[in-house]
């Protein structure tokens, strides 16, 4: 278990299964599924690993996205791709190539409010 050495939050287990506290994080973060579009509620989205489990992903904050049951079959089945950048964005690939990125919407809102309580730069 990994926790953060500021605000002792879990940061990573080495089970599967994420921890309360982890899932909690997550759902407030993320409030709803995080394919591009998407608004299914978090309390009905599985919370999945973006880097798969099997294939060496962490069961850590930074390696967890809440998905629906549609979109995580998607991801799973289909040519759709995803990566997981700092503060939670995930990088989706479609088939085609094109990306879609998506950022939960908490990070927006703490990401201007920290930029609108800066000093002015002159
Ligand atoms: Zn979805």
């Not at 390696?63 to 991801?75: F, I, S, V, Y």
């Not at 094109?98 to 809102?109: F, I």
Request: hydrophobic share 30%; charged share 20%.
């Amino acid at each position: 278990m990994f926790t953060s050495p500021t605000t002792g939050a879990v940061l990573q287990v080495d089970t599967y299964r994420p921890t309360r506290a982890q899932r909690r994080h997550l759902d407030a973060r993320d409030e709803h599924c995080r394919f591009p579009g998407c608004r299914r509620p978090a309390r009905f989205c599985d919370h999945d690993h973006t880097h798969d489990h099997a294939r060496g992903g962490p069961t850590a904050i930074c390696n967890l996205a809440n998905l629906c049951e549609r979109h995580h079959g998607m991801k799973h089945a289909t040519a759709w791709t995803v990566i997981q950048k700092p503060h939670g964005i995930l990088e989706w690939t479609s088939p085609t190539g094109r990306v879609y990125p998506d950022t939960p919407r908490r990070v927006l809102e703490f990401t201007a409010l920290a930029a609108a309580q800066q000093p002015p730069p002159f």
